[in-house]
């Protein structure tokens, strides 16, 4: 059995410090010993008694505690991983300076695991000059810092500086525990990534859709944009999912209003990652009004189909023809069901060799695979014939290895 992984989350002082106690619990139930190291003011926020309940370990935030113990190295000396989540203005400052007067400053300054901080804040607190040197100099140490969600902030004011959703944090630290280095080496980078299912009017209340969540375009977008890239998505159906932190989004429908959106942002890329499931036909009309049981009995049991563009051949044929950079790498996905002649693979191989992509994320799908789970396995299959099996995890995990198959299919270039 796999001993626990050991993580600290430490929580600061703002009025996001509610949100820890999600992250601890959803830590928690994936098997992981977590221990919550708040701040003082954090503590006006959520009582200790809510995290020591959450995590089953005491709570201390003041390095004169269990000094027998040593807690204040000990602590930082046996993590995995320490998460702060919020990470105040301040805190961020302090952990710059090497302040360790308190255990949550004393324990990362001990810690020689991955550290990962979650800024929360106002906007102009994110945007001031100091805050921004204060993210650079961690990041330029090894710290990973999350980019903020942009929305609701306290009072009405909206803007980046709003915390991720906690299962946003936890995917996060789940991907660098399982040793994929986020390390800020896509900066300058642009990235296009499609996600989602896209939708066919039959009526003004029925469409034609499938089953994608989006989870692997955004578990993309996320993980390309904690490596510095500046990202772009082009939404289509993605079940409310919290949008990935630091990307760009722009939310569209059909199959055909994906493709101008693609079309519109493709000659910037310098990645594009056509992860949507997108509809390949669309009813020729869609009705007016809403089709009635029984009123027209033969509008009910024909609708007549026409194919959808091809938004991935149209790209690469655009990449041909010098409309977008030649340089660009343009990665497909295969969902693909195999039946007595042929398997999943062969017609996701055969799919590669049609569209001319650089690489394909191949997967099987069906019923409870790999649409609306949490969870993706597969195939990484590259343009000079190698296949890379892509073990079942997380989407997140997923998601680093495609970005890792870009590094390597640019390195045979």
């Known amino acids: 059995m796999t001993e626990p992984r050991r993580i600290v989350v430490g929580v600061s002082g703002g009025i996001a410090a509610y949100k820890a106690c999600h992250l601890v619990r959803d830590l928690k139930e994936a098997g992981d010993d977590v221990r919550v190291v ?97 993210v650079a100099t961690l990041r330029d140490r090894g710290v990973i810092v999350m980019e903020p969600a942009h929305g609701r902030l306290t009072g009405k004011d909206t803007g980046p500086g709003r915390l991720p959703e906690p299962e946003q944090i936890a995917d996060l630290v789940r991907v660098v525990l399982d040793g994929h280095e986020l390390v800020p080496d896509w900066a300058g980078k642009k990235v296009l ?45 993605t079940d409310d999912l919290p949008v990935p932190s630091g990307a760009e989004i722009h939310r569209v429908t059909s199959t055909r209003e994906m493709a101008g959106a693609v079309e519109k942002h493709a000659p910037e890329a310098d990645v594009i990652i056509m992860a949507a499931a997108v509809a390949d036909f669309r009813p020729v009309s869609a009705a007016g009004s809403k089709l009635k049981k029984g009123a027209d009995e033969d509008a009910l049991m024909r609708v007549e189909l026409v194919e959808n563009p091809d938004i991935l051949a149209t790209t690469v044929e655009r990449r041909r023809n010098g409309e977008v950079p030649a340089e660009t790498v343009i990665v497909g996905f295969a969902a693909e069901t195999g039946d007595a002649d042929t398997t999943a693979l062969e017609y996701a191989q055969a799919k590669l060799a049609r569209k001319g992509c650089d690489l394909i994320m191949a997967n099987e799908v069906g019923e409870g695979k790999v649409f609306g789970e949490d969870r993706n396995r597969g195939w990484l299959l590259a343009a000079d014939g190698a296949v890379t099996e892509v073990a079942d995890g997380s989407k997140h995990a997923v998601a680093a290895q495609i970005l890792d198959a870009v590094d390597a299919f640019r390195a045979r270039d």
């Open 38 to 134: 708040p701040t003082p003011n954090a503590l006006t926020f959520v009582g200790a008694a809510t995290f020591e309940a959450l995590s089953g370990h005491p709570v201390s935030t003041t390095v004169f505690d269990a000094v027998d113990e040593v807690q204040h190295v000990r602590i930082g000396q046996e993590a995995d991983a320490v998460v702060i989540a919020p990470a105040t203005a301040d805190v961020i400052a302090r952990l710059v300076a090497g302040r360790a007067d308190d255990l949550l400053t004393a324990t990362v300054l001990v810690a020689t695991c991955p550290v990962i901080v979650v800024p929360a804040m106002h906007t102009e607190m994110w945007h001031n000059a100091a805050t921004r040197a204060n």
């Open 193 to 237: 990534i499609t996600a989602g299912g896209t939708q066919e009017a039959l009526d003004p209340v029925r469409f034609l859709g499938n089953r994608s969540s989006g989870r692997q375009g955004y578990a993309l977008a996320e993980i390309a944009a904690h490596r510095g890239a500046e990202v772009t998505i082009v939404a289509g159906a």
